[in-house]
């Protein structure tokens, strides 16, 4: 079975300053790695993925996340945010080669924007 | 671009009361899935299917069911509605098991 941990419910932010959405993962068998976004009242949207190759990966929005291996992470960054990133953010992982079907989704990080 | 649509977009729901519902993907996808969000829980598997006509259990299926009769098609149906499944529900495919996800605009369920 895999779990994520999302370390922070809720992450508040100047406009135009970095930011860092913390993940940590467990899993038994080799996972490929998610983070998805949700804007009030809509669905997720896909915001980068990790399948295999580069452990830096790129994704919409200027955000960025990293794969390490070694501390079983995948936190997500960006370098200077906007007030339109206002929104919840989930990381998400799913098995392969074995293991639960579907996504198992962290908690979720609420991200404020702060002008 | 259409994707994945829900029906219906919200609904109140006496307990007690049967509920299908709706979700339908026009990509082809093998693989369809059914989430809760719940406040404070993320979002968790309720039900999946791999391909047409197979399905399996995620991790809250008590109170749900599923059927794939079809590739495009994949309805949840509450049995008998109770309190506790008031939950904002998401419809999501993929093109195979543990590929990336697409999930539709979601269906709120208010269960009185």
């Known amino acids: 079975a895999q779990s994520v941990t999302q370390l922070d419910s809720q992450v508040p932010v100047f406009e135009e300053a970095p930011v860092e959405l913390r993940c940590n993962y467990s899993?038994?068998?080799?996972?490929?790695l998610f983070w998805y976004v949700q804007y009030p009242n809509q669905g997720l949207q896909l915001l980068l993925k990790y399948l295999s190759g580069s452990t830096l990966v790129k994704g919409i929005n200027g955000f960025e996340a990293e794969f390490n291996k070694s501390q079983t992470s995948f936190h997500l960054r960006k370098p200077s945010v906007h007030i339109s990133d206002t929104a919840e953010y989930f990381c998400a992982v799913s098995a392969w080669g074995g293991g639960a079907d579907g996504l198992t989704f962290g908690k979720g990080t609420h991200l404020i924007i702060q002008p | 671009i259409a994707g994945i649509t829900q029906a219906p977009t919200s609904q109140i729901l006496a307990a007690g009361r049967r509920m299908t519902l709706r979700c339908t993907q026009d990509m082809r996808h093998n693989a369809m899935y059914w989430y809760r969000q719940d406040l404070g829980l993320g979002l968790r598997l309720i039900h999946y299917s791999n391909t047409a006509g197979t399905t399996g259990k995620g991790e809250v299926p008590d109170g749900y069911s599923v059927s794939r009769a079809n590739t495009d098609d994949f309805p949840l149906t509450l049995a008998s509605a109770v309190p506790s499944q008031t939950s904002v529900y998401f419809c999501?495919?993929?093109?195979?098991?543990?590929?990336?996800?697409?999930f539709g605009p979601g269906t709120r369920l208010t269960v009185l």
């Open positions: 899993s038994s068998v080799s996972v490929y």
């Open positions: 999501a495919s993929s093109p195979t098991r543990s590929d990336t996800q697409y």
